[in-house]
């Protein structure tokens, strides 16, 4: 424990010298406050002016918060491990202890558990439809887990940090599943159910549409397509770490 706590400091101290991965750790809450403000600001104005009302559409504002807060904390640590790489750390690391699992817990484990805590947080402070606890922890574990896959395709498509900022545009695309609950009807929608971002989606429509909770088998979709994407990446991801 002690190895992985000092390559999570190490990590943590590049974060701090590097002004655009510093700015991605608070990113998700000063996301979360201009959602928290603009979106019902915007609201009023369209009631007034068109009478349209963006209330419907809330829960899509959670949805997307708990969606990218892990995903911007995935792309800190992917950019430091590309970072590594661009300087030859990580050859270092792979002569030492401090190799495998070690590394990867210190990389990936340890700022995820951050992750986890951050989307709650920021949807309980900023959140404009979903109070529900147990909604937002399961949730939350799935776009946990997304976040895992994000991180998993940076580090294994590019090449160093430069390839890894094009292609952070390119892998979030991969959160456009979310918004497909609310736009197609059942059954084409599972048509995405590939996509982990969509069952987050899903269960945050469900749980705003019926107050209920959430259906179990939401939830074992939910980490099968993230194992699926797991299973996909991990052979070609250990040979690059």
């Not at 991605?24 to 104005?45: K, S, T, V």
Request: hydrophobic residues 60%; neutral net charge.
């Amino acid at each position: 424990m002690i190895t992985v706590w000092k390559i999570f400091s190490i990590g943590f101290r590049q974060i701090l010298r590097d002004g655009m991965l510093f700015i991605l750790l608070p990113a998700p809450f000063l996301l979360g406050a201009a959602l928290r403000f603009i979106i019902p600001y915007a609201d009023g104005i369209l009631s007034q002016q068109l009478n349209l009302s963006l209330f419907p559409w809330y829960p899509i504002s959670d949805a997307f918060l708990l969606t990218m807060t892990p995903v911007m904390i995935a792309m800190v640590c992917a950019f430091i491990v590309l970072d590594e790489r661009d300087e030859s750390i990580g050859v270092y690391y792979s002569i030492t202890p401090s190799a495998g699992w070690n590394y990867l817990i210190a990389r990936i484990g340890l700022p995820m558990v951050w992750a986890f805590a951050s989307s709650v947080i920021v949807v309980l402070l900023f959140g404009l439809a979903v109070d529900n606890i147990p909604v937002i922890l399961t949730v939350s574990v799935i776009s946990t887990l997304q976040g895992i896959i994000f991180f998993m395709l940076l580090v294994t498509l590019a090449g160093n940090k430069v390839e890894g900022l094009a292609l952070s545009k390119i892998t979030n695309i991969l959160s456009l599943g979310l918004f497909v609950p609310w736009f197609l009807e059942a059954p084409y929608r599972y048509l995405f159910g590939f996509l982990p971002s969509f069952w987050i989606g899903q269960m945050i429509h469900f749980a705003s549409q019926f107050g209920q909770s959430i259906p179990l088998s939401y939830i074992a979709m939910g980490v099968l397509s993230w194992l699926i994407w797991t299973i996909f990446l991990s052979r070609w991801f250990l040979q690059r770490t």
